[in-house]
């Protein structure tokens, strides 16, 4: 019998929670063991020490389950499965390691190729975020104490804030060009980079946000939390979710107008883009009681 997404939340809670406290522990340690991967990226035992803790929990908790991890790979189920957990256990380690409070455990739960449920921790910062298919995104401390995330209504890029992580990726993809020629159309940039730009976004404090090179679990728990708050997540492509090589997530409002820019098709794919279907009517959230002013 398949789990709800309720079930998947709460579970996926508890896995933040087990995270955070590791996490923390380790975090500004004098003593902390750092290591270059082949990809030249770092990673810390904390990353490790995370990442095996949330597969020691689903090994008992969700035993049919695959589970995607960054630093384990891919680890089968007891049955073959459409449920895959995908896991960053520490997203934002370059900032980890050099003692900057901007990173985050990332939780997600696909089911037949779409995210349905993630969870977002970031406790250095005192932050959570998650979302579920259907159920809305939220921010707040716990499940019974939260506040509903909504992206905001900015319609022109001359009045929108853009995202970003850095610029040598946008270089590497032959688009450096359209990418600065972007960042003067808009109103404001700001590179916040890795979780933080799409937490953002789904709050209405960001209106567009982009990189140009992640893999999958950098992207997944992201998803379902910009779209469940009535944004947009594609690749650079155009294709919906996280399963491409790059990223670029709006306010929906000003997807094309982004995608006129930075979107980036290889000579093999169909360069005309079309808008993912608008974000079902019980998605969208009754917020009239914390309208933004925007400015």
Request: proline fraction near 4%; aromatic fraction near 8%; charged fraction near 25%.
């Amino acid at each position: 019998m398949a789990h709800s997404h309720t079930d998947d939340l709460r579970l996926a809670h508890v896995l933040a929670d087990n995270a955070d406290s590791i996490s923390m522990e380790h975090f500004q340690s004098a003593d902390l063991q750092v290591a270059t991967k082949p990809d030249a990226t770092w990673v810390t035992e904390a990353d490790r020490a995370v990442e095996e803790a949330i597969r020691r929990t689903l090994r008992s908790a969700r035993t049919r389950d695959t589970v995607l991890g960054e630093e384990e790979g891919e680890q089968q189920g007891s049955v073959e499965s459409s449920r895959t957990w995908i896991v960053d256990p520490i997203d934002g380690t370059s900032n980890y390691v050099r003692g900057v409070p901007v990173w985050a455990t990332l939780i997600a739960i696909a089911e037949e190729g779409e995210v349905v449920a993630s969870c977002v921790s970031a406790p250095a910062l005192g932050r959570r975020w998650w979302a579920s298919a259907g159920g809305g995104a939220w921010t707040g401390k716990s499940l019974m104490s939260a506040r509903a995330c909504r992206v905001s209504q900015v319609d022109r890029l001359e009045d929108a804030s853009f995202s970003y992580a850095s610029l040598g990726g946008w270089e590497e993809i032959g688009r450096l060009q359209e990418f600065t020629a972007m960042t003067r159309r808009c109103w404001r940039t700001r590179g916040y980079g890795d979780f933080w730009s799409y937490m953002l976004l789904a709050e209405g404090a960001v209106d567009v946000a982009a990189e140009p090179e992640l893999k999958v679990w950098d992207m997944a728990a992201l998803d379902v939390i910009v779209r469940e708050a009535g944004g947009t997540f594609t690749g650079l492509d155009g294709r919906p979710g996280p399963w491409g090589a790059n990223v670029l997530a709006s306010n929906t409002h000003l997807h094309e107008a982004a995608m006129a820019y930075l979107g980036h098709f290889p000579d093999d794919a169909d360069a005309t883009w079309q808008p993912p279907r608008a974000p079902r009517a019980d998605n969208v959230h009754d917020l009239a009681s914390r309208r933004r002013t925007e400015s």
